[in-house]
């Protein structure tokens, strides 16, 4: 956390007084795509720019829409941009120049599927073991909001029936949705597994992450990733408002 703060600090210095800036500037639009660690760094940033004048605001998206938004320059600054699992939706955005990367804000993050520690000490370590347990777990998945990166690459996963999983399904919800869900499993004991990532205080529940085995899976598939990293991206031409994963290594 320490190292977060110091960044804010340091971009809070490096900001001209608000009266300084044009009017079009004091105004900074933050997208906000509902994961805990994205919350809490989107509202440390907001309450760094208020206390030196700035009128922060925060909407809520999605992924996709939160990229398009930038594009359209009706937000200016999004400071969740996993990479590289999010490289889908914001390629063609850095391709045509509407949209800038200013740098990472968290590196060494893990992003991959997980289930909590007395399933994995049932026997459930790997992703063709998720099959032996189809019944205990209703052939399901538990994943966070339609349309996010990390629920696509485990619907491909389920479409081409890999390790088996074909008669799987994927539970799209939110974080919120996915992690009561998973709440309710632990306290009752149940086989669950669920996207997972850390930084996140869901590893209280003392998780594990599943591994893979498949080497023609690699860059499809989630796997123990200890070099994920989070961006802060900004629409171009918007300088002064600059406030886990799934994949291979």
Known sequence: MSGIIALFA?????????????PSCQSVRFADVGWTDVTATTALASQVLRSIG????????????????????????????WMPT?????????????????????????YTLAVPAYTFAAGLHEFKDIQR??????????GIEPGNDGN???????????FNL???????SSEQGMLAQVERAVRSRQPVVFLAWEPHPMN????????????????????RRPAAQ?????????ERNDGGNLGST
């Open 10 to 22: 340091g971009v809070a210095s490096a900001l001209p007084a608000p009266a300084s800036d044009p």
């Open 133 to 142: 347990f189809a019944p205990a777990l209703n052939n399901s998945i538990y």
């Open 54 to 81: 700035y009128s922060p605001s925060i909407t809520v998206l999605s992924v996709p829409v939160t990229f398009a938004s930038l594009q359209n320059k009706d937000i200016d600054v999004f400071l969740g941009n």
């Open 152 to 162: 696509r690459l485990v619907l491909k996963m389920l479409q081409e029936n890999l």
């Open 86 to 110: 999010q490289k889908a939706d914001i390629g063609r955005y850095l391709d045509d120049g509407s949209v800038t990367v200013l740098g990472a804000n968290l590196v060494g993050a893990k």
């Open 204 to 223: 209280i529940w003392r998780r594990h992450d599943l591994h893979r085995d498949a080497p023609r899976l690699r860059g499809r598939l989630p796997k």
């Open 166 to 172: 074909g008669s799987f399904k994927l539970i799209e």
């Open 230 to 238: 989070q961006y802060e991206v900004h629409p171009a031409g918007r």
